[in-house]
């Protein structure tokens, strides 16, 4: 449709930040000030003024007003509009534990935590709507800038006059955002700002679309670490311009330099009606007039009514003239007469979405990963007949959103308590989570199970888990085709470490990532499959998908991420659930090569089931929140919901077998058995701790080889030493790591410059630097068996560990035979990785010792093949906790 073009009727802008406030501190301050938020009200009135849509004179900037100086000024905004009614808030944002309101902070904004917090001093959303309903204009547009802007889309979407309502909201729902640099505008307004005054024509429609992309592309995130998103919710037919400007033609220039290049008839500017053809276009074609359109019509005009003139007119005199007294009694009368009719009208609407009660709204918490698919089916489960009344009204309502795996089984674990009634910043699951659910869908069922058997005894959340999962994935190593057919031969049955272990032995620059073991269920049950049941194992594991820098948050992201470099694309296998492989994630899929699935037989699956949440003391609305969270559990678990699933490639959970059969996906098996059985509770628990563990301080123990063959690659920074020092930098304080001097002088194996502990990095350059080389011929055979032996003894304490050898090769000789053999056995199973650095081109070639003993051990060859000081850094990074 056409959007509306407003010009030439009566346009308001109101531009309201509050980049201050007069209460920020505990217990009772909101966060804190807003500086950014005054470069966003300049940003925002210089764009619309060049926009053409509205006049200078019908743009009011309010900065940092009070709540009833908001009112006022709303007010009036409301009642001058007659075509376009434009609301720009920015400041802070809240919601209550419940989440079904939003709070617009103004200046005097206070905050009153508890069981159902209260925020006086802030405008209510849904208020906000009411008033701004009361206004004759054709269109109203909301933007929001604040946190927690997307909680307004469930308020929008019970509203009875959104059709001309277009809301813009600057991230999705409970989620925080950061307000930036103080010196520039806010991250959100600076790129909506940017579009606005681009030239041409912008609806609210188009720009929406272009914010979404922008915000994607700069990757900005939320304070969850997940993608920032900005929200629209609008009626498909309701559109409207926001400017109008006229681009010039090509080598016509415009006052302060040119807007664009581009010729056609001038636009009209402000003041100036459409031209015929426009104003013929721009008009909506006429809707069947039913009993809800003249509901909200009657409203209006009651509303009208009330706030006209002779009412306004009256004034606080001693003796007001009889006849405006009058005429005041039957405007009341009138307006309530209207009221009364609006109210037999509601009868009478019966299947009009206008004259439906708002329904009661479900909270379903879920995985990251799966929060896609989970919306998705609530999407549908909410126009099905299931959820649909006799006279076409919804039931129930269904907000879905999600957060990190590990923090929701701690939040319901261990603080349901402060989840309900917060008590200071440190530990808010309100806002770090979002508000209390009434359905929790974990990836796995042992979620459940791990937060039933460890939850305090005065919890006040009680889980009610389904005794089966209603869906399965498996867990797959995704490998890009360039990388030729399946290591072993079959793409099933074998262990996930084997699988990249033959997968690294014949592409030596081949990759694993995984994501985030901490925020997805994916990444926890792939890393149940990496570490197996020995705890020595941990470290090699760690190594096998080790990276530089974070992991991807989510397997989706992973998979988008991935193609930001083709190399890194075309040679890195990723972890993620196989139904990402069937129907694609958020991201340009022509860019990412193609992948087939390997099957690990000891990697868990991805089983979402439905866990019905109770809270203590929230029995207001029980009965019907139960019937509500039963019927949801009813569709979504049965065979209604199956479309859903089988469209997003999962399988059945009872059955394995795909739920769309006729389905056909590149590099998937149809039957891929043996699939592993369900994720324990012990596993899940045991290897989020020790991958907790293995992120905290390491230890690294450097062997230097000192003899007399290493004169030649002693000095410099491409030296050993320097080498070594470079390396530092992945050390913090921490840490712990020694140097031994590896020569034969006939004390021993090896001399100690540096003991294994915690140093200052110039203490340990400084020890460094005191090093020669001897003599004396190396013993690599004694030095690699006593170092691995060390390590494993200081292994019980669980640190993430590593051993570093630097050596020319030249007394190889030494590990030939059973010597070598014996250091291969230690090193297989001392669960500490080597990674060996040879100074001599050649060094890491498959059958040379050095590469023998590093993939012994899961640990990696470097060779001046490599860039040997920033790989080796890199190596050391994933042991250390990094630089302090």
Same mark, same amino acid.
């Given at each position: 449709?056409?959007?509306?073009?407003?010009?030439?009727?009566?346009?308001?802008?109101?531009? *309201?930040? *509050?980049?201050?406030?007069?209460?920020?501190?505990?217990?009772?301050?909101?966060?804190?000030?807003?500086?950014?938020?005054?470069?966003?009200?300049?940003?925002?009135?210089?764009?619309?003024?060049? &926009?053409?849509?509205?006049?200078?004179?019908?743009?009011?900037?309010?900065?940092?007003?009070?709540?009833?100086?908001?009112?006022?000024?709303?007010?009036?905004?409301?009642?001058?509009?007659?075509?376009?009614?434009?609301?720009?808030?920015?400041?802070?944002?809240?919601?209550?534990?419940?989440?079904?309101?939003?709070?617009?902070?103004?200046?005097?904004?206070?905050?009153?935590?508890?069981?159902?917090?209260?925020?006086?001093?802030?405008?209510?959303?849904?208020?906000?709507?009411?008033?701004?309903?009361?206004?004759?204009?054709?269109?109203?547009?909301?933007?929001?800038?604040?946190?927690?802007?997307?909680?307004?889309?469930?308020?929008?979407?019970?509203?009875?006059?959104?059709?001309?309502? #277009?809301?813009?909201?600057?991230?999705?729902?409970?989620?925080?955002?950061?307000?930036?640099?103080?010196?520039?505008?806010?991250?959100?307004?600076?790129?909506?700002?940017? !579009?606005?005054?681009?030239?041409?024509?912008?609806?609210?429609?188009?720009?929406?679309?272009?914010?979404?992309?922008?915000?994607?592309?700069?990757?900005?995130?939320?304070?969850?670490?997940?993608?920032?998103?900005?929200?629209?919710?609008?009626?498909?037919?309701?559109?409207?311009?926001?400017?109008?400007?006229?681009?010039?033609?090509?080598?016509?220039?415009?006052?302060?330099?040119?807007?664009?290049?581009?010729?056609?008839?001038?636009?009209? &500017?402000?003041?100036?009606?459409?031209?015929?053809?426009?104003?013929?276009?721009?008009?909506?074609?006429?809707?069947?007039?039913?009993?809800?359109?003249?509901?909200?019509? !009657?409203?209006?005009?009651?509303?009208?009514?009330?706030?006209?003139?002779?009412?306004?007119?009256?004034?606080?005199?001693?003796?007001?003239?009889?006849?405006?007294?009058?005429?005041? *009694?039957?405007? !009341?009368?009138?307006?309530?007469?209207?009221?009364?009719?609006?109210?037999?009208?509601?009868? #009478?609407?019966?299947?009009?979405?206008?004259?439906?009660?708002?329904?009661?709204?479900?909270?379903?918490?879920?995985?990251?990963?799966?929060?896609?698919?989970?919306?998705?089916?609530?999407?549908?489960?909410?126009?099905?007949?299931?959820?649909?009344?006799?006279?076409?009204?919804?039931?129930?309502?269904?907000?879905?959103?999600?957060?990190?795996?590990?923090?929701?089984?701690?939040?319901?674990? @261990?603080?349901?308590?402060?989840?309900?009634?917060?008590?200071?910043?440190?530990?808010?699951?309100?806002?770090?989570?979002?508000?209390?659910?009434?359905?929790?869908?974990?990836?796995?069922?042992?979620?459940?199970?791990?937060?039933?058997?460890?939850?305090?005894?005065?919890?006040?959340?009680?889980?009610?888990?389904?005794?089966?999962?209603?869906?399965?994935?498996?867990?797959?190593?995704? *490998?890009?085709?360039?990388?030729?057919?399946?290591?072993?031969?079959?793409?099933?049955?074998?262990?996930?470490?084997?699988?990249?272990?033959?997968?690294?032995?014949?592409?030596?620059?081949?990759?694993?990532?995984?994501?985030?073991?901490?925020?997805?269920?994916?990444?926890?049950?792939?890393?149940?499959?990496?570490?197996?049941?020995?705890?020595?194992?941990?470290?090699?594991?760690?190594?096998?998908?080790?990276?530089?820098?974070?992991?991807?948050?989510?397997?989706?992201?992973?998979? $988008?991420?991935?193609?930001?470099?083709?190399?890194?694309?075309?040679?890195?296998?990723?972890?993620?659930?196989?139904?990402?492989?069937?129907?694609?994630?958020? $991201?340009?899929?022509?860019?990412?090569?193609?992948?087939?699935?390997?099957?690990?037989?000891?990697?868990?699956?991805?089983?979402?089931?439905?866990?019905?949440?109770?809270?203590? &003391?929230?029995?207001?609305?029980?009965?019907?929140?139960?019937?509500?969270?039963?019927?949801?559990?009813?569709?979504?678990?049965?065979?209604?919901?199956?479309?859903?699933?089988?469209?997003?490639?999962?399988?059945?959970?009872?059955?394995?077998?795909?739920?769309?059969?006729?389905?056909?996906?590149?590099?998937?098996?149809?039957?891929?058995?043996?699939?592993?059985?369900?994720? @324990?509770?012990?596993?899940?628990?045991?290897? #989020?701790?020790?991958?907790?563990?293995?992120?905290?301080?390491?230890?690294?123990?450097?062997?230097?080889?000192?003899?007399?063959?290493?004169?030649?690659?002693?000095?410099?920074?491409?030296?050993?030493?320097?080498?070594?020092?470079?390396?530092?930098?992945?050390?913090?304080?921490?840490?712990?790591?020694?140097?031994?001097?590896?020569?034969?002088?006939?004390? @021993?194996?090896?001399?100690?410059? !540096?003991?294994?502990?915690?140093?200052?990095?110039?203490?340990?350059?400084?020890?460094?630097?005191?090093?020669?080389?001897?003599?004396?011929?190396?013993?690599?055979?004694?030095?690699?068996?006593?170092?691995?032996?060390?390590?494993?003894?200081?292994?019980?304490?669980?640190?993430?560990?590593?051993?570093?050898?630097?050596?020319?090769?030249?007394?190889?000789?030494?590990?030939?035979?059973?010597?070598?053999?014996?250091?291969?056995?230690?090193?297989?199973?001392?669960?500490?990785?080597?990674?060996?650095?040879?100074?001599?081109?050649?060094?890491?070639?498959?059958?040379?010792?050095?590469?023998?003993?590093?993939?012994?051990?899961?640990?990696? $060859?470097?060779?001046?093949?490599?860039?040997?000081?920033?790989?080796?850094?890199?190596?050391?990074?994933?042991? @250390?906790?990094?630089?302090?």
């Amino acid at each position: 449709m056409t959007p509306l073009d407003p010009r030439g009727k009566a346009n308001r802008a109101l531009l *309201v930040g *509050v980049s201050e406030y007069d209460l920020t501190e505990p217990p009772h301050g909101v966060p804190g000030d807003l500086p950014a938020v005054k470069h966003n009200l300049k940003r925002m009135h210089e764009a619309l003024a060049r &926009g053409r849509v509205f006049d200078q004179q019908e743009i009011t900037v309010v900065h940092s007003p009070s709540l009833d100086e908001f009112g006022r000024a709303l007010r009036m905004a409301a009642e001058e509009a007659e075509g376009l009614l434009l609301l720009y808030f920015a400041g802070h944002g809240a919601i209550p534990s419940a989440g079904d309101e939003l709070f617009l902070q103004m200046r005097n904004a206070s905050v009153v935590a508890g069981g159902h917090a209260v925020f006086p001093g802030a405008e209510m959303f849904s208020t906000l709507l009411a008033v701004l309903a009361t206004s004759p204009a054709r269109r109203i547009v909301v933007i929001l800038d604040c946190c927690f802007a997307g909680n307004a889309a469930w308020i929008w979407e019970t509203f009875y006059d959104k059709r001309r309502v #277009l809301l813009l909201m600057s991230v999705q729902a409970n989620h925080r955002i950061d307000a930036g640099d103080p010196a520039t505008p806010t991250p959100y307004t600076d790129v909506l700002a940017a !579009l606005l005054d681009q030239g041409g024509v912008t609806s609210v429609q188009s720009l929406a679309d272009r914010l979404r992309e922008r915000m994607g592309a700069l990757g900005h995130r939320t304070e969850r670490r997940e993608p920032w998103e900005p929200q629209l919710r609008a009626e498909p037919d309701a559109d409207v311009l926001l400017t109008a400007r006229t681009r010039p033609a090509a080598g016509q220039g415009a006052p302060g330099g040119a807007e664009g290049a581009g010729a056609g008839p001038p636009e009209p &500017g402000p003041g100036h009606p459409p031209r015929p053809d426009q104003r013929k276009e721009a008009v909506p074609r006429p809707s069947p007039v039913g009993p809800a359109v003249l509901l909200g019509l !009657l409203r209006t005009l009651a509303a009208r009514i009330v706030r006209a003139r002779p009412l306004g007119a009256l004034r606080p005199v001693r003796r007001p003239r009889r006849r405006t007294v009058i005429r005041s *009694v039957l405007v !009341l009368v009138a307006a309530g007469l209207l009221g009364l009719a609006a109210h037999l009208l509601a009868q #009478l609407a019966g299947g009009d979405e206008a004259a439906c009660r708002p329904p009661l709204e479900l909270r379903v918490l879920t995985d990251p990963d799966l929060e896609p698919t989970i919306r998705a089916a609530a999407d549908a489960y909410l126009t099905s007949d299931d959820n649909t009344t006799g006279d076409g009204c919804r039931r129930t309502g269904v907000t879905v959103y999600s957060a990190g795996s590990s923090d929701v089984v701690a939040a319901l674990r @261990g603080q349901t308590g402060v989840w309900q009634q917060p008590r200071d910043e440190d530990t808010n699951p309100q806002r770090d989570i979002g508000p209390q659910p009434d359905v929790w869908i974990p990836a796995s069922p042992a979620d459940a199970r791990r937060v039933e058997d460890g939850q305090d005894t005065d919890a006040v959340a009680r889980l009610e888990p389904d005794e089966e999962p209603f869906a399965y994935s498996p867990v797959v190593l995704a *490998v890009p085709q360039d990388l030729g057919s399946d290591a072993l031969g079959a793409r099933t049955g074998h262990p996930l470490n084997d699988l990249i272990d033959h997968l690294t032995e014949r592409h030596e620059d081949a990759a694993v990532r995984r994501p985030d073991p901490e925020f997805t269920d994916v990444g926890l049950l792939a890393t149940v499959g990496l570490y197996g049941a020995d705890a020595r194992t941990v470290a090699r594991g760690e190594h096998r998908v080790g990276q530089a820098g974070p992991p991807s948050p989510t397997a989706a992201e992973l998979l $988008c991420t991935l193609p930001d470099d083709d190399a890194v694309d075309h040679r890195t296998a990723a972890l993620v659930p196989e139904f990402l492989l069937r129907s694609g994630v958020g $991201c340009d899929r022509t860019t990412r090569t193609p992948r087939y699935a390997q099957y690990p037989e000891d990697v868990p699956g991805v089983e979402p089931v439905f866990v019905r949440v109770r809270w203590h &003391g929230a029995d207001r609305d029980e009965d019907a929140r139960d019937a509500s969270a039963d019927r949801f559990r009813d569709w979504l678990t049965g065979t209604r919901a199956e479309e859903v699933f089988g469209r997003a490639g999962f399988r059945s959970a009872l059955t394995r077998d795909p739920l769309d059969e006729d389905a056909t996906v590149p590099g998937v098996l149809a039957d891929p058995s043996p699939l592993d059985q369900s994720a @324990g509770r012990d596993a899940m628990e045991g290897a #989020l701790r020790a991958y907790q563990e293995a992120g905290g301080p390491g230890r690294v123990l450097f062997l230097l080889d000192s003899s007399g063959s290493m004169a030649r690659l002693w000095e410099g920074p491409s030296g050993a030493p320097g080498l070594l020092r470079q390396s530092l930098g992945g050390l913090g304080g921490q840490d712990e790591y020694g140097v031994w001097a590896v020569a034969d002088t006939g004390g @021993g194996s090896y001399e100690t410059l !540096l003991s294994l502990g915690p140093h200052r990095r110039a203490d340990a350059e400084r020890a460094i630097g005191t090093a020669r080389v001897r003599d004396a011929e190396a013993d690599p055979y004694a030095a690699l068996l006593a170092a691995l032996g060390e390590m494993r003894d200081r292994g019980d304490d669980r640190r993430p560990q590593l051993i570093v050898h630097l050596t020319d090769g030249e007394d190889n000789d030494r590990l030939t035979g059973d010597d070598l053999k014996a250091v291969l056995d230690r090193a297989g199973t001392a669960g500490v990785p080597v990674t060996a650095v040879s100074l001599e081109s050649g060094g890491c070639d498959r059958d040379r010792p050095d590469r023998r003993i590093a993939d012994a051990s899961g640990g990696r $060859c470097l060779d001046t093949g490599d860039d040997l000081g920033a790989a080796l850094h890199d190596e050391v990074a994933r042991t @250390g906790t990094g630089e302090d």
